[in-house]
């Protein structure tokens, strides 16, 4: 378990701090730092954030299913023409009684319905709870990075990466589905790091001392020490399933988890002695770990269907609720399983075959491989109002642009794919198990799509790996600056051309502003800020 770095005695002197001033600051920058962070973060997303009043992009989708399932407990199915009556009127219109059939698990609409709840059917509520949760994982990507790389600088970076990040703002001021899931990702990541740091902190302590006191790997204790309930692997399974019930792929996410957190345990038994590792793991964790992700996982899915579950079955309730009772009467499983379950599981298979059978042209879609270099970012909003209207200047001698486009910071994905390949560097060839774990962040929410480049999908789904692209980010920068014991010529170097490269990033994100915000700017002003074809 290395120490958390500190910095050097020589900066404190240069500032002229007293010892007692320095222990403060020292102490309290492990939360100080990400606090700060977070602040900024939480600044730029809820500034007008009912801006535009407008249903952007699948919010069309997303903010009325959330209002029909606090109301009605499921999805409803709601008139064409509707989207200018809620704006018009404040949200206050007729809630349908007839199902809809949706193609995503509700955890993600409860918690877009929770800001409808508490702030009303309007731009501002149905955005509230996606730029909460986006502003708290700044917070969490901070505290993660933190303990990776053991360096409160590093993590703040990594999270203030994060607050600059034109696709995260934009995600965390949109009621879109991914956004949330990102939140639980990210929050499954890291209670599955302090996991990590605690099995370890437990298998060193039971560590026997020589007879000069000195504690010494052990055969016997890394074989057969149990590390108990380990509260934060469940945690960890309560989180991958809600990833799950908003949206699928989530699946993918628990499975690459699972297999990181096994591997974790085999090094973690590995380096206090044990001989056979794997076997270890095999008997000792690997049936609580099962047990404590998957069937979690599994429970928390199910239990956010409740409300469809307990909708009437009488064709009143959720879309295909009384299927088991109609259609699906003469099954063969009618005596052996109840009518919700079966009706659950057509419902469910359904909506895998929508899933992988979506080939519908889109203006916007993207192929994974793009992804990376922004090849194809998402226009959420776009109008062109006149010279003095709609916020247009009266002096701008043409039409404005206004336009929300779901677009990462340039400078900062272009630097992450230079940072991928080191990440990639560290863990192959040098072993460094944080390396390995920001790749298997990547991998897990990315890699997947590459099975569906036929199908119709999108840039912003990249906003579920992002926060480990940060960290790859944060990582690179580290190794720019300087291991430790480097010259001072070496360390100021590297320090200079880490800072350009970040201020460059946060200069790029300014720049893009007003196409993050639906700001309206001159039309030549827009073409300027249009780096690519493809993002028209």
């Excluded at 630097?415 to 897990?444: E, Q, S």
């Excluded at 940060?470 to 920068?477: F, S």
Aim: hydrophobic share 50%.
């Amino acid at each position: 378990m290395p120490p958390y770095t500190e910095p050097s005695p020589r900066l404190w002197s240069t500032l002229g701090l007293p010892p007692t001033v320095t222990d403060r600051i020292t102490r309290w920058s492990g939360w100080g730092g990400p606090l700060l962070v977070t602040l900024l973060a939480g600044l730029l997303r809820f500034w007008n954030l009912g801006s535009p009043k407008r249903v952007m992009f699948d919010e069309t989708y997303y903010a009325k299913d959330a209002w029909g399932i606090i109301h009605r407990g499921f999805e409803v199915n709601w008139d064409k023409d509707v989207n200018n009556l809620i704006l018009q009127n404040n949200g206050h219109v007729p809630i349908p009684t007839d199902p809809a059939y949706v193609v995503h698990p509700p955890v993600g609409k409860y918690v877009i319905g929770l800001g409808e709840w508490m702030f009303g059917f309007t731009p501002f509520g149905w955005r509230f709870m996606t730029a909460l949760l986006g502003t708290l994982s700044v917070l969490i990507l901070c505290r993660v990075g933190r303990r990776l790389f053991r360096s409160t600088f590093l993590g703040c970076l990594a999270g203030a990466l994060m607050a600059v990040d034109g696709l995260a703002f934009v995600m965390s001021r949109t009621a879109l589905l991914d956004g949330v899931l990102q939140f639980f990702v990210l929050a499954a990541f890291g209670c599955l790091v302090i996991d990590r740091d605690r099995a370890r902190e437990r298998l060193a302590a039971a560590l026997p001392p020589d007879a000069d006191g000195v504690v010494r790997p052990d055969a016997h204790t890394a074989e057969t020490t149990r590390f108990g309930v380990r509260p934060w692997r469940w945690l960890a399974g309560l989180m991958l399933g809600l990833a799950i019930g908003t949206k699928w792929n989530g699946l993918y996410i628990l499975a690459a988890f699972c297999v990181m957190a096994v591997l974790w345990d085999v090094g973690t038994r590995k380096v206090a002695g044990a001989r056979h590792p794997y076997e270890a793991v095999l008997r000792r964790d690997l049936g609580w770990a099962f047990l404590a992700t998957v069937p979690v996982a599994i429970v928390t899915y199910l239990l956010s269907w409740t409300a469809w579950i307990l909708s009437p079955s009488d064709g009143t309730g959720g879309y295909y609720r009384n299927w088991a009772a109609t259609e699906g009467r003469g099954s063969s499983w009618s005596w052996l399983l109840p009518d919700w379950w079966r009706s659950l599981w057509h419902y469910e298979h359904a909506v895998y075959e929508f899933h992988v059978g979506l080939h519908t042209p889109h203006n916007y879609q993207s192929n994974p491989w793009s992804w990376l270099v922004l090849g194809r970012p998402v226009s959420f909003f776009y109008e062109s109002p006149e010279p003095g209207k709609g916020g247009c200047p009266t002096g701008a001698g043409q039409s404005c642009a206004r336009e929300v486009l779901a677009l990462g910071t340039p400078l900062l994905w272009w630097a992450a794919c230079f940072a991928v390949l080191y990440v990639l560097y560290r863990w192959l060839l040098r072993r460094d198990w944080r390396a390995g774990a920001i790749a298997c962040g990547i991998a897990a929410g990315y890699l997947p799509w590459f099975m569906y480049q036929e199908r119709t999908i999108f840039f912003f789904y990249a906003v579920v790996f992002l926060p480990f692209l940060c960290l790859a980010v944060a990582m690179m920068i580290g190794a720019i600056v300087g291991p430790p014991g480097s010259s001072e010529r070496r360390r100021v170097a590297g320090a200079a051309g880490a800072g350009v490269l970040v201020l460059l990033i946060a200069w790029n994100f300014i720049y893009f502003w007003p196409i993050y915000t639906g700001t309206p700017i001159p039309i030549d002003s827009w073409r300027s800020r249009m780096w690519l074809d493809t993002w028209v």
